[in-house]
């Protein structure tokens, strides 16, 4: 298995839920990033993490929480969401943080009722 | 405040003609350039990427022109094919940050 791979691929949770969404690269890349993609937006950098540590949080409300246990995993915990956060969430990698192309997968569909 | 802006949200083009696909900057310390595909239901796919010191970078079908003084790059497909139909991203970034800045996206359909 190659690549990004995220789950789950779709997601519908209430507002008082607590869900995560995962993230693995099987690229042996050392910096990952998750993005938000709303509906007739740009995709939106979240969190950017190199060799494990987070080195930039794109002022994102507290509610969405990341966690980087290793190089190859990625996860963003989800804690009383509001409806505008529903849309797709896309993971990336890249070998780090220089100017390299970064690899998406195919993305969460979260939808908040 | 967009840094990056594609202003054309589609383009259409017949099979075997050139797509030219525009990006518009307004950070000059952007100094790495890149163009991204998706198909519905997928994520982004890298295309093409131009760094700064160079002003064109071509890969087959696809080639990247970067107009610094302009703030300016577009992206050529020649010959376009249907397959080519998708949504295009611009996006760009500064020396070793890894924080990509993307514009909105142009949809390219390739009629046959």
């Known amino acids: 298995e190659t690549g990004v791979t995220q789950t789950p691929r779709h997601l519908v949770m209430g507002m008082t839920n607590k869900k995560s969404l995962k993230c693995e690269q099987h690229?042996?890349?050392?910096?990952m990033y998750w993005y938000k993609q709303s509906a007739k937006k740009p995709l939106e950098l979240m969190f950017v993490y190199s060799l494990e540590e987070r080195v930039e949080n794109n002022s994102v409300p507290s509610r969405f929480s990341p966690e980087c246990p290793n190089s190859s995993h990625l996860f963003l915990h989800l804690h009383t969401l509001q409806p505008e956060d529903s849309a797709l969430y896309l993971c990336a990698s890249s070998p780090d943080r220089a100017n390299q192309p970064q690899h998406f997968g195919d993305g969460t569909r979260l939808s908040i009722l | 405040d967009q840094q990056v802006k594609q202003n054309s949200p589609s383009l259409s083009v017949q099979e075997g003609r050139i797509s030219i696909l525009n990006c518009d900057y307004t950070?000059?310390?952007?100094?790495?350039f890149l163009w991204y595909k998706k198909y519905p239901a997928e994520g982004p796919t890298f295309l093409i990427s131009?760094?700064?010191?160079?002003d064109k970078n071509e890969d087959g079908r696809f080639t990247v022109f970067l107009n610094k003084s302009a703030k300016h790059l577009s992206l050529h497909i020649v010959p376009s094919q249907p397959g080519d139909s998708a949504v295009y991203f611009c996006?760009?970034?500064?020396?070793?940050?890894?924080?990509?800045?993307f514009g909105q996206g142009t949809t390219l359909q390739v009629k046959p």
């Open positions: 950070n000059s310390m952007f100094d790495y």
């Open positions: 131009i760094s700064s010191i160079k």
């Open positions: 690229l042996g890349h050392n910096a």
């Open positions: 996006a760009a970034t500064t020396v070793n940050t890894g924080k990509l800045i």
